[in-house]
């Protein structure tokens, strides 16, 4: 079963970074990609970003181009969010989920919090 | 910029059908943009209803079913129940590695 727990969010100062973590278990993790996707207060999902299962690729949505990096530690079943130059649109829950087969987002975390405040 | 769509909100009797849509602001969804359906209950992740245009995620019962009508996909539900009030959230495959996910239909079953 798909289990994956995401860490790191907070509270950050408008202008500062934050990496945000996800463990994963229950799956072959080094076989599949894995999507952020995030939730700001009270609004709709919006996808973040995506890497390939071996971290040859990464894409990233207009948002959040050229200040968030994805990526992944296949020997620690674990991806990564680096979020850089943050700012007061950039709080949300961050979910971390499996992109399964057919563009299936299949399995997500619980969300860990970013809030942007000074 | 294109936007994906969908209905902000619906309403639907208990025992009825409803099909709820997600368009383009330019173009139409095919199957090859893969749409799928998520579930989302307030203070909860979303789960996968339908993926790949209209293939039913394991556990999901078949009230569910996708489709594409005309220019947007569609998810419909029959015999709706009131555990079924929710966000109900399409994401599209762009292309070039980049998805989109419609801003969600609020469904109220009253």
């Known amino acids: 079963q798909v289990h994956l727990v995401e860490s790191g969010g907070g509270v950050v100062q408008p202008g500062r970074s934050l990496r945000l973590s996800c463990a994963a278990s229950g799956f072959t993790f080094s076989a599949y990609g894995l999507h952020w996707v995030r939730q700001a207060p009270g609004k709709g999902l919006e996808w973040v970003a995506v890497i390939w299962y071996d971290g040859s690729r990464d894409h990233y949505a207009d948002s959040v181009k050229g200040r968030f990096t994805i990526s992944r530690d296949n020997s620690r079943s674990t991806v990564y969010l680096q979020m850089n130059s943050l700012t007061a649109e950039d709080t949300a829950v961050y979910y971390c989920?499996?992109?399964?087969?057919?563009?299936?987002?299949?399995?997500w975390g619980q969300g860990t919090l970013v809030t942007v405040a000074s | 910029q294109t936007v994906v769509t969908q209905e902000p909100s619906f309403s639907v009797s208990p025992g009825g059908t409803v099909t709820l849509t997600c368009g383009l602001s330019?173009?139409?969804?095919?199957?090859?943009?893969?749409p799928s359906w998520y579930q989302q209950i307030p203070g909860q992740a979303p789960h996968t209803l339908i993926y790949n245009t209209n293939t039913r995620s394991s556990g999901v019962p078949d009230r569910f079913s996708g489709s594409i009508l005309g220019n947007k996909a569609a998810l419909t539900i029959t015999g709706a129940q009131a555990d079924d009030e929710s966000d109900y959230y399409c994401?599209?495959?762009?292309?070039?590695?980049?998805?989109?996910f419609g801003g969600g239909t609020k469904l109220t079953v009253l």
């Open positions: 989920v499996l992109a399964a087969a057919a563009s299936n987002f299949d399995g």
């Open positions: 330019s173009g139409s969804v095919s199957t090859t943009y893969y």
């Open positions: 994401v599209l495959y762009m292309g070039d590695g980049i998805w989109m």
